[in-house]
């Protein structure tokens, strides 16, 4: 991506999604870092009236999180428009988001990711778990740790499926894994340092994210020259099968055994000067501004001519 100087930058940020004010910090933090390399930037709060308000705009920074952000529908809207934006593709993007998809596609390819069961709201009075408790009950299509809940008595079973099904039609369920909670970002086929989250609370929930000092990160990470090595070589494998771009984030528990089990690719990281992604890449000395530039001129479309 060239010229970007001559260009009008769209951010796109708050949407239709629960993860809406988090999207919104994150569209404000990469506005405020444009502005400061006096780029042409035009904020735009995401509604159903999007595809209006993309007419004037040649490229896209998508700060977008949740539900219609990052499964595919904007991708999908911006590739007919032909504006290039930033983080994955329209493929990318469903696969990842979708946590049964991803579950999937990582079993396939040998990756080491947690047993799970999968159920439906529509079966809801007629579940029969066979894995043992523990077990983490969470929606398949939500971020930000929405609806997620660890079980570790059968007193909590019903109340976590009750309230998983609040934001999904399908949900997981996971072997509780113990283990070292690791965040991997990955600019391309480069992993970054990576940095290790200590939540406070039982696990890394929505206030253990968001609620400053609920939770502690150590970058990089305390591990071994071979753990990094492990660690790094799944990150990669699992940005290459799940059709990552741009610099999406891998997240990972590594078992005291050494295994690194797979969660997720974030396929839209948080991008305010605090978030995971930004911490590493300051690790490597690279500032907030800087990488949100890295990440802006990584902006192309799936089909046609890449920008």
């Not at 004010?21 to 569209?27: A, D, Q, V």
């Not at 735009?44 to 308000?53: F, L, S, T």
């Not at 947690?114 to 929606?139: C, G, H, M, S």
């Not at 396929?267 to 800087?290: C, H, K, N, R, Y």
Request: glycine share 8%; net charge negative.
């Amino acid at each position: 991506m060239e010229n970007l100087e001559e260009k009008q930058i769209g951010v796109l940020m708050g949407g239709l999604s629960t993860e809406r004010e988090i999207s919104i910090s994150t569209g404000n933090s990469v506005c405020e870092a444009l502005v400061r390399m006096r780029l042409n930037i035009s904020p735009i709060h995401v509604d159903q009236n999007i595809a209006d308000r993309l007419r004037n705009i040649d490229l896209v920074f998508n700060a977008l999180h949740g539900t219609y952000g990052e499964d595919g529908c904007i991708q999908g809207l911006l590739e007919y428009l032909k504006i290039p934006y930033t983080g994955s593709g329209v493929l990318g993007s469903a696969l990842a988001f979708d946590k049964l998809k991803t579950k999937e596609i990582l079993k396939s390819h040998d990756i080491p990711t947690a047993d799970y069961e999968v159920f439906y709201r529509n079966q809801k009075e007629t579940i029969q778990r066979t894995l043992e408790l523990p077990v983490v009950v969470k929606p398949t299509n939500q971020g930000s740790s929405f609806g997620v809940s660890i079980v570790n008595e059968e007193t909590q079973w019903k109340p976590a499926l009750e309230n998983a099904f609040k934001y999904s039609k399908a949900i997981i369920i996971e072997k509780f894994i113990k283990g070292r909670l690791l965040a991997i970002g990955m600019n391309g086929d480069r992993p970054m340092p990576i940095v290790q989250i200590n939540p406070k609370s039982e696990f890394y929930d929505y206030e253990a994210k968001y609620t400053s000092g609920k939770t502690e990160y150590i970058c990089p990470a305390k591990l071994t020259t071979k753990e990094i090595e492990i660690c790094n070589k799944v990150s990669k494998k699992v940005v290459r099968v799940l059709h990552g771009r741009g610099l999406p984030r891998v997240d990972i528990i590594l078992h005291e055994d050494g295994t690194p089990f797979v969660l997720e690719m974030n396929t839209i990281p948080g991008m305010t000067p605090t978030s995971l992604l930004p911490m590493a890449a300051l690790e490597m000395g690279v500032e907030f501004d800087q990488l949100v530039m890295e990440i802006l001129k990584k902006a192309r479309l799936d089909h046609g001519e890449p920008s």
